[in-house]
């Protein structure tokens, strides 16, 4: 650099990336701002120019530039910035220190800084740590580590195993093999490595009920609100223990289950149109990429499901990683799996597309639907993609099977439901109450409506399938009945 480039640079000011020093007896305070340039985007400390940004130089000596260079020994890991002399006149010079950024975490003296601005900050914890963890994730993770001692692949569902092999060869990313057994299947999948079972394995196929206590993580927790937050009761609450092709269907059945649908008739048209309140591919690639990039290291973590009246939620346990931020995940961006093992076993499943692109597919997809862009934030250790409901499209005539917001149409199969129940009454008597044998018929076109629209609950939320299940009326159904028989309706 010469004394042009000096000026010029000088002439910019104190930024996030330049810091002026009076001399080099600031140089601890300097090696400080050094470190938290190694931890950002890079820049230049310059001794020789004071606080107003006047050039005034000092003398600078072997012994100074060995003093300086001992304080920067204190970076670690190692680090090496440029260090160069310019003269200003007579014995007078500026030292800059010309620094790389976009490594780390560096500490200076056992602590981590960052730029905040003009200003040197000591680096939080938090961040500290999460960037350690960014740093040692090409070889040390959750996923690559070995299985406890006595898990096998016998506690695996072979079966899931083989069904990957033939999508991944049907959909031509995976070549056919010349084995087709269940390890060698493993080996090509990278799920083992020097003879050892992965943690990968288990997260994408384990099945054995032995390995709850060992993999309590492996959970999908998937809940309908009858309200717009939290505080609300429960209208559904389910809580699964599983592998992740396994979970990944239990959360699109929850949402078959309780996604209100909009039908419309359209002009021209002998048949109904049907629009979904959310779109299922959308939501199907958000719990994927939910399952592909949580954060496995945390025990009692779980991938969850929220339905609202007005939102949908799909929250995983863990952060934003690698410079990633909600803004960017609405670009196109390059990927970078927290669990690379995993989301590429996915991949070669037919779960998820091309990585990088699924919540560019997720923002067509909403918009396809009439949906408003979804959104990405990080809160309370999680990382949350939020829906909202689809804008209705014109038509001759909607047709509401499920308005939490407005009065619905309730259909004559619901309103003969509502009539024919009493206290708490098991699927089978209200059946023979209603003269019907077909049971898919009834769970679809009475049950399934009539918990949509919140006019029955499970006296068991929690246990949806449980032998002992049974059925109520809600206040909103006890009322609906009440108009009914008092001729309103």
């Not at 650099?1 to 930024?15: F, I």
């Not at 809160?379 to 009065?407: K, W």
């Not at 149409?409 to 009454?425: D, F, I, Q, Y």
């Amino acid at each position: 650099m010469n004394l042009d480039d000096l000026g010029a640079l000088v002439r910019r000011g104190e930024s996030e990336r330049v810091e002026f020093k009076r001399s080099t007896g600031q140089r601890t305070a300097a090696a400080k701002t050094v470190c938290a340039m190694l931890n950002g985007l890079g820049g230049f400390v310059i001794f020789g120019v004071n606080n107003k940004g006047e050039i005034a130089g000092q003398q600078v000596s072997t012994k100074t530039l060995e003093e300086l260079s001992n304080e920067l020994r204190k970076i670690e890991p190692p680090a090496f910035p440029d260090i160069e002399t310019v003269h200003i006149r007579g014995d007078k010079a500026v030292i800059i220190i010309s620094i790389p950024g976009g490594g780390g975490p560096y500490t200076f003296d056992g602590r981590p800084y960052v730029r905040h601005g003009p200003t040197t900050i000591r680096m939080p914890r938090e961040e500290y740590d999460r960037r350690l963890l960014e740093r040692l994730h090409a070889t040390q993770r959750w996923e690559n580590q070995p299985v406890p001692d006595g898990v096998t692949i016998d506690d695996l569902d072979a079966e899931e195993i083989q069904i990957t092999l033939d999508n991944a060869i049907r959909l031509g990313r995976l070549e056919a093999p010349s084995r087709r057994d269940t390890e060698s299947i493993l080996r090509g999948l990278e799920l083992i490595h020097d003879g050892n079972l992965l943690n990968a394995a288990i997260a994408l196929y384990g099945k054995s009920d032995r390995l709850k206590p060992l993999y309590p993580q492996l959970e999908i927790r998937l809940a309908r609100f009858r309200g717009k937050n939290r505080l609300a009761d429960f209208a559904d609450n389910r809580q699964y223990w599983g592998h992740a092709f396994t979970l990944l269907r239990r959360a699109e059945s929850f949402l078959i289950d309780h996604v209100p649908i909009a039908g419309r008739i359209v002009p021209g048209k002998l048949v109904r149109e049907d629009q979904p309140w959310y779109p299922p591919r959308a939501t199907r690639e958000a719990i994927a990429n939910a399952i592909c990039h949580r954060d496995y290291a945390i025990p009692g973590g779980a991938v969850a499901v929220a339905m609202y009246d007005d939102h949908l939620e799909i929250a995983n346990p863990g952060t934003f990683h690698f410079g990633i931020t909600p803004e960017k995940l609405t670009r196109p961006h390059e990927s970078k799996p927290w669990n690379p093992i995993i989301a590429n076993v996915f991949y070669r499943a037919g779960i998820i597309e091309r990585w990088g692109s699924g919540t560019l597919n997720i923002l067509d997809w909403c918009n396809e639907n009439g949906n408003p862009p979804p959104t990405w934030e990080e809160r309370s250790g999680s990382v949350y993609v939020i829906f909202r409901p689809a804008v209705l499209r014109d038509a001759a005539e909607v047709i509401p099977e499920v308005t939490p917001e407005v009065t619905p149409e309730v259909t004559p199969e619901v309103a003969k439901m509502l009539s024919v129940m009493s206290g708490e009454m098991m699927r089978a008597e209200i059946m023979r109450r209603l003269g019907l044998k077909d049971e898919k018929h009834f769970r679809e076109s009475y049950l399934q409506v009539a918990s949509r629209l919140g006019l029955i609950e499970m006296t068991i939320p929690d246990k949806p399938r449980s032998s002992k299940q049974k059925y109520r009326l809600t206040e909103k159904g006890k009322r609906l009945l009440n108009e009914f028989q008092g001729g309103k309706k």
